[in-house]
């Protein structure tokens, strides 16, 4: 679809330097692979959102009335993996970092194109794998496959779901290597650690918890299979296991998982602040240094999941402050965009719209996200839907804004054109507006005493979640307008200048579309990478 | 609950229910505080710094403005306030971990998908949870099958329960009412379905719900003739003072200190008790053989519960050492099954007096 619809000037660029179907399926073109990755990612947001919106639905009415119970567990369960393993992991590095790194970094592609395509295809088997078990009827263990229910009562296709995320994993994986061997080996002469772009040091945090927390997630993974099939006891206490010891292990993974889909959004965020604000990031050092710290302290803080779960009080006291630690980390980060702006030149473009919207639901997340380091708070909002919109916040409101951000932010470098600008900023505030409406009485919920997952639930709570059903349906709106003017733009839009925002960085050194190999002559970098000169000021936005 | 009109805040029945509150309180209003800071920077810099024509802003010497001293003050203020949030939130969370000694005790077993809970003198009920108002209730939770979690927002607590482990939660209910209770752990297709009722009594209502019993002795009387039907007593003495050289007297047992055959030493609480049941061979007692067989599917978590209420019912002798370490003699010769009559303590367990030098919760 994309390969039919090439630039209409006879340019070169790496849309229509090669033709056909197998030149994009055998491409080592990280710009390609990109573009794969973005179709990927975009047809299971789709299926994802599909099933938070029968989740929503079934919530408008206290009783169980839409779908029995087994189906409300099994849309929850597929929502949460889809979303999380094959959606937010993925799609701002898979995408994004991508198409971006060797541009930014001034290199001609990744350091291992080869595994980069491989890296697609392994994506694309593990999400085939939890597509046929969607159609062969799904799995209800929640995104978290607690044991002994993952391993010994659920009734839905564990091990499939479980396969299809451990394949998945490895995707992740090699491309974190990717990344980081990248980023040492392949920049451009001149360019030093400290003129990078924050978003080659907010990749380079999330390649690191890719490679080394994603195989801890295999093993769990594998273990849980090992004792569904062949019931070796490892969490069963049936079979002599601990079914607290799956805890640990799940969440030594998925709690640094939460930053390797944050930390992406961050760097796309401080590069679309710095060129909206024409001005260099306040902070440079404390932004790229947060992010490493985040990924470093963000391994030591998963027994936060664990404080009602019979973990001993003192470990929970340990984790406790190790969570406020790796707090200070965010605020920094949120301080220093705000302080961007000041005495900046702002332009309230369409990606500086969603920069801006989320400097303000990421804060809403990470102070909520207070509320749940506390240990006498979190007894009482753990397992409610205090934590469903807490981290709702986190990964839709951050994770999802920076993704449209990103996407409007270099739409026109990707594809070489415009999009319509009235439209975009419509959908933006749409998407803010519908995002708040679903998830804050969520918090109200939570506080309330919902507990989460559940498909029938008093009537008293009837008032919120309507509240909340309703803003999902604006969301929605907001999610498919993007759709239709970005589709729109490839064919009719007018093309895009080589720098439409007037941007420091060395991807919009290049013309866009760039070509295949990306800059015509190595770039030699001799200065920081936000250094804003008049020579740089245009007109559009 | 009760009246199912639209509310936003719980209501508040427990005496932690109070200083979570506060905390909560603390927790919206530095939050309330930096999330408006924030929105408000946010806007009026991109109002008041909006880009006029092409000029671009002069670049801001990040030093001339204290960007250090900035970088420290917004690191420092808010490690400050969010230290103070582990405190207050530890505080609350000790005193929600360690049940006060004289607790009412209540046994909760989950399994898919309801909750059974027995009451020491014998009353059972279902999805309902019959308790006195102003009286430290401590709840031993365990599960049959999948982890549940026991949750009653009025009184801001929750526990998970676990299959194969006991754990402990307590409360102290201050408001009379009937509450929801949440399982709040998913645990499969009924999981919303798992819920019930929790009503706080004044103490003459819950005297005469608790006098319609069900009819049947109490936890200990039913554990004893689960002991019995067991066979547990053929080996196992619990009269004081009897020796068989086979197995350890269980008289005067329960929350002493108990060595092992391998020099280790072991609380012998209802984590113990429970184990040794299911899987005698893990924890042999100093002096005693491995010759007692498993009983583990003869016998449920609700018997376990009993026979563990029983031998808690044995308790420390009076005046005993609490470190005694059963010795084996040589009086041998089989034993008739230990007949004792029903302890004092369970006879008294209505009112309510524990006794003081009960187990510390084993589990946590």
């Known amino acids: 679809m994309i390969a039919a619809t090439p630039p209409t000037e006879i340019k070169k660029n790496f849309f229509n330097q090669k033709q056909g179907l197998a030149s994009w399926l055998l491409t080592y073109d990280h710009k390609r692979i990109a573009i794969l990755y973005l179709l990927g990612v975009t047809f299971f947001f789709a299926i994802g959102g599909i099933f938070a919106a029968l989740i929503r639905l079934e919530l408008a009415t206290p009783a169980g009335d839409l779908v029995d119970s087994n189906t409300y567990n099994k849309f929850f369960t597929m929502h949460g993996i889809i979303m999380v393993f094959l959606f937010l992991i993925p799609s701002i590095p898979a995408v994004f970092g991508n198409f971006l790194i060797p541009l930014m970094i001034g290199a001609k592609d990744v350091a291992f194109p080869r595994l980069n395509l491989l890296s697609w295809y392994i994506y694309m088997i593990g999400g085939l794998f939890i597509i046929t078990v969607l159609l062969m009827g799904g799995v209800d263990t929640g995104w978290t496959f607690y044991t002994p229910f993952s391993t010994s009562y659920s009734n839905g296709y564990v091990v499939a779901a479980g396969m299809g995320i451990f394949i998945a994993g490895f995707s992740s994986i090699l491309t974190g290597l990717n990344f980081i061997v990248t980023i040492h080996r392949m920049r451009a002469p001149g360019l030093t650690w400290f003129r990078l772009p924050l978003f080659i040091w907010a990749h380079y945090a999330t390649s690191m918890i890719q490679v080394l927390g994603t195989p801890v997630i295999a093993v769990t993974l ?32 998925s709690h640094p998982a939460v930053y390797i889909m944050i930390l992406p959004s961050m760097g796309v965020v401080t590069e679309i602040i710095t060129t909206f604000s024409s001005k260099k990031p306040f902070g440079y050092t404390f932004i790229a240094f947060s992010s490493v710290a985040i990924a470093v302290f963000g391994f030591i803080v998963w027994g936060h999941h664990l404080f009602v779960s019979g973990q001993s009080a003192y470990a929970g006291m340990v984790f406790s402050v190790l969570s406020y630690i790796v707090a200070i980390p965010s605020a920094i980060k949120v301080f220093n965009w705000t302080a961007t702006m000041y005495k900046g030149a702002v332009r309230l473009t369409t990606p500086m719209l969603y920069a801006l919207g989320f400097i303000g639901l990421f804060t809403i997340g990470g102070l909520t996200g207070l509320f749940l380091a506390s240990l006498g708070m979190d007894v009482h909002l753990t397992d409610t839907y205090f934590v469903v919109a807490h ?69 008293e709570f009837q008032v919120l979640n309507v509240l909340s059903s309703a803003g999902a349906s604006v969301l929605a709106i907001g999610y498919l307008i993007p759709f239709c003017y970005l589709l729109y733009s490839l064919k009719y839009g007018p093309d895009a200048p080589p720098n439409p925002w007037g941007a420091t960085t060395l ?31 245009v007109h559009v936005g | 609950m009760g009246e199912k009109s639209f509310e936003l805040f719980p209501v508040a029945a427990s005496s932690i229910a109070g200083h979570v509150d506060a905390l909560y309180a603390y927790l919206v209003l530095v939050s309330a505080f930096f999330s408006l800071l924030i929105a408000f920077c946010v806007v009026f810099f991109a109002v008041k710094y909006r880009r006029k024509g092409d000029e671009l802003p002069k670049p801001v010497d990040e030093h001339s403005i204290g960007g250090m001293v900035l970088e420290i003050v917004w690191s420092v203020i808010p490690l400050g306030l969010s ?24 046994f909760v077993t989950g399994k898919q998908w309801m909750w059974k809970i027995q009451h020491i003198e014998g009353a059972r009920e279902i999805n309902e949870l019959h308790v006195p108002v102003n009286r430290d209730i401590r709840l031993t939770l365990t599960s049959e099958d999948v982890i549940h979690d026991f949750y009653v927002p009025a009184f801001r607590t929750k526990t998970d329960v676990l299959p194969g482990r006991y754990t402990t939660e307590w409360f102290r209910p201050t408001k009379i009412g009937a509450y929801h209770l949440f399982c709040a752990e998913y645990c499969g297709t009924k999981h919303s379905g798992m819920v019930g009722t929790v009503y706080v009594m004044n103490e003459a209502d819950y005297e005469q719900w608790l006098s319609k019993g069900s009819g049947e002795g109490s936890m200990a009387e039913e554990g004893q003739s689960l002991f019995n039907q067991l066979g547990c007593g053929t080996c196992h003495p619990s009269e004081i003072n009897k020796q068989n050289g086979r197995c350890p007297n ?52 609700d018997g376990l519960l009993k026979l563990v209420e029983y031998i808690r019912s044995l308790g420390p002798a009076e005046g005993m050492p609490s470190s005694a370490t059963p010795v084996p003699t040589q009086t041998s010769g089989p034993q008739p099954p230990a007949q004792p009559t029903a302890n004092s303590r369970a006879a008294n367990g209505r009112a309510g007096a524990a006794p003081a030098n009960r187990a510390a919760p084993g589990n946590q």
Do not use: C
Request: hydrophobic share 45%; proline share 7%; net charge negative.
């Open chain 1, 391 to 459: 981290f709702h916040y986190v990964m839709v409101g951050g994770a999802i804004m920076g993704f449209l951000g990103g996407i409007h932010y270099w739409w026109p470098k990707i594809f070489g054109k415009m999009y319509n600008e009235g439209w975009s900023k419509i959908s933006a505030v749409i998407i803010f507006i519908g995002f708040n409406l679903t998830f804050f009485p969520q918090f109200l919920l939570g506080y309330m005493g919902m507990p989460r997952r559940y498909h029938v639930y008093p009537p």
């Open chain 2, 83 to 106: 230290l103070v949030m582990f405190a207050w939130g530890a505080s609350i969370f000790f005193t929600e971990s360690r049940p006060p000694a004289d607790s009412l005790e209540v």
């Open chain 1, 222 to 253: 594998f273990l849980l299979v090992l004792e569904r099939g062949l019931h070796i006891g490892f969490f069963d206490p049936a079979y002599g296991g601990d079914p607290v010891l799956f805890q640990h292990m799940f969440w030594f993974y």
């Open chain 1, 507 to 537: 991807e919009w050194k290049t013309q866009s579309p760039p070509i295949t190999q990306n800059f015509e002559v190595t770039p030699v970098v001799t200065q920081e990478a936000y250094t804003y000169t008049t020579e740089e000021v």
């Open chain 2, 250 to 301: 269980l008289n005067g047992l329960f929350g002493t200190t108990v060595e092992l055959n391998d020099g280790t030493k072991v609380k012998a609480d209802e984590a113990y008790i429970r184990e040794s049941v299911l899987y005698p061979q893990a924890k042999i007692v100093a002096g005693y053989d491995n010759i007692m067989p498993t009983f583990k599917g003869l016998v449920t978590e």
